[in-house]
């Protein structure tokens, strides 16, 4: 890492815990409650902050020892108000299947897995990932690791029972045929950042997802007025573009957690 990178690293870590500090002392700003979602809409920033300081003053120590395991030794992406996200989410909608695109090391399917063991709903938990380190015109990922035992492993440090992983890129034959193969309750895609691909991957999801279930689309900000803070981010062109595509008359958006966007098919 330069010299630069470092410093940066380091100032987004000392403003994030500067934050944690400022938050944790305060009372709840919004209610995050199922009926007050539109807000995060309105207001992404407002409603973020809220999910970080409900991260850090309401979340359950397992799960925020979950997230504290995947940003140890960088086995995850993503913010720790996301995990606020998916309580809402999963909690909200309960899912009895669930579907990643870009499964990385695990982070988000042990999640779903570890949700569906503490609520007591069972939830077969599906992902699609090369398992091989390869990105994208935006992103890259290390060459040097064994993603697909090291998923495993990662659950098996949780004690969670094996998700059922297909090695392949979402637009691999193998990988449209599964995701066409059910009606899934819930989707996720955080594959490949560019356009033409998630655009693939929103319209095979956006057909096999049930009336009613949810796809969430992650780095899918940009065209909104989220204002992230030093340590978070809006989201990347590809998925923020097919974002502003969706057909409102087939999808609601009904969540926004920074770049998450969360959105339930209607009728
Ligand atoms: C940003 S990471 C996912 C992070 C993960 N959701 C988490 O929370 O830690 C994107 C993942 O998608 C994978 N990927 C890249 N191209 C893909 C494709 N065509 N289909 C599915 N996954 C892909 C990458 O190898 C990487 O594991």
Redesign the pocket.
């Known amino acids: 890492m330069s010299l630069t990178g470092f410093l940066r690293a380091r100032w987004y870590q000392l403003v994030r815990l500067w934050t944690i500090r400022k938050l944790r002392r305060q009372p709840s700003a919004m209610s995050l409650a199922r009926s007050n979602w539109q807000r995060s809409l309105e207001d992404p920033t407002g409603f973020y902050f809220e999910c970080f300081r409900h991260f850090h003053r309401e979340l359950p120590v397992e799960i925020r020892e979950h997230r504290a395991y995947f940003t140890r030794e960088r086995r995850?992406?993503?913010e720790d108000a996301f995990h606020v996200m998916w309580q809402l989410l999963l909690q909200e909608f309960r899912p009895g299947n669930f579907l990643?695109?870009?499964?990385?090391?695990g982070?988000?399917i042990s999640l779903v897995t570890l949700w569906s063991r503490r609520a007591g709903v069972p939830c077969e938990v599906w992902g699609?990932?090369?398992f091989s380190?390869?990105?994208?015109s935006t992103?890259s990922?290390r060459r040097d690791l064994d993603y697909y035992r090291d998923t495993l492993q990662n659950f098996d440090h949780f004690g969670l029972p094996h998700p059922r992983l297909l090695r392949a890129?979402?637009?691999d034959r193998e990988a449209v045929e599964l995701i066409g193969s059910r009606s899934w309750d819930m989707i996720y895609i955080?594959?490949?950042h560019d356009y033409e691909?998630v655009q693939q991957d929103w319209d095979a999801c956006s057909n096999s997802i049930k009336s009613g279930g949810i796809i969430v689309l992650d780095d899918a900000g940009l065209t909104t007025n989220f204002q992230p803070p030093v340590f978070a981010t809006a989201g990347i062109e590809g998925p923020s573009r097919v974002a502003g595509e969706i057909d409102r008359a087939r999808f609601r958006e009904v969540l926004q957690v920074g770049h998450n966007r969360a959105f339930q098919k209607i009728g």
């Open positions: 995850g992406f993503g990643e695109i870009g499964v990385f090391r982070q988000v699609i990932s090369p380190g390869s990105g994208d992103s990922y890129g979402s637009t955080d594959g490949n691909v």
